[in-house]
């Protein structure tokens, strides 16, 4: 079944710094990917997504990259600020089975400094 | 914050007991998925229902059990509690299309096993 693998485990950076996270996903067919943000004592919550006929997508300070060949994909956090702190959460939608069944990364917990 | 909403917000229970766990799915949306989230741990999946029917299961074993309402509400039920049970139960709720849906989350239920 699918496997998803996030990296790193834990980020720190500057504020107005970028901050990069990377995933990657075992199975060819998967063609779904949210990334979820999940400040504490709270549920996650979907900040971008990206289908597998897309390549990139942006959202004002948000990008979602995608590269299917190398099954992998990475969520970029430009200008940084200390309310991005939080952990997130990369996901993949394997084909087949219920739709919906979301096969999450460990998390990255990322701290902004201001 | 999305129209997730779930009840009740931490409960205990001690080993052995059984618990149901309530979730009220945003506006509009007709599926209802439930996740388990380890301290430290991205959520997983432990099932999905549609039409108030059971649509897919993660690796659960059968104590864990679940409803779905005309309202598209949901319950989550856990039978014989073991210690391994505690963690934040996550539902998330969406609009099953024919494509890939997407998943909003309610707070979570923490629920701590002694």
């Known amino acids: 079944g699918e496997n998803v693998e996030q990296h790193p485990s834990t980020l720190s950076v500057q504020e107005g710094d970028s901050a990069v996270i990377k995933c990657t996903y075992s199975d060819s067919a998967s063609n779904y990917f949210p990334w979820y943000k999940q400040e504490l004592g709270k549920g996650p919550q979907l900040i971008i997504d990206?289908?597998?006929?897309?390549g990139e997508k942006k959202d004002q300070r948000i990008a979602v990259t995608l590269n299917k060949t190398a099954k992998h994909f990475s969520l970029h956090i430009t200008e940084t600020q200390p309310e991005d702190s939080a952990v997130y959460f990369c996901a993949a939608d394997p084909p087949g089975g219920s739709q919906g069944n979301l096969i999450f990364g460990k998390g990255t917990k990322l701290s902004v400094k201001p | 914050e999305t129209g997730v909403t779930q009840s009740p917000t931490h409960l205990i229970k001690t080993r052995g007991q059984q618990v149901t766990l309530r979730c009220s799915s945003q506006s509009g949306h007709n599926t209802v998925s439930w996740y388990q989230q380890a301290l430290g741990q991205g959520p997983q999946f432990i099932f999905q229902?549609?039409?108030?029917?059971?649509?897919g299961r993660g690796n659960f074993p059968p104590r864990f059990s679940g409803l779905q309402f005309p309202n598209y509400s949901s319950e989550l039920n856990v039978n014989a509690l073991e210690l391994d049970d505690s963690a934040l139960y996550l539902c998330?709720?969406?609009?099953?299309?024919?494509?890939?849906?997407?998943?909003?989350f309610g707070p979570g239920t923490r629920l701590t096993v002694l």
């Open positions: 229902y549609y039409r108030e029917e059971e649509n």
């Open positions: 990206i289908r597998s006929n897309v």
């Open positions: 998330a709720s969406s609009f099953r299309t024919g494509g890939d849906n997407e998943q909003f």
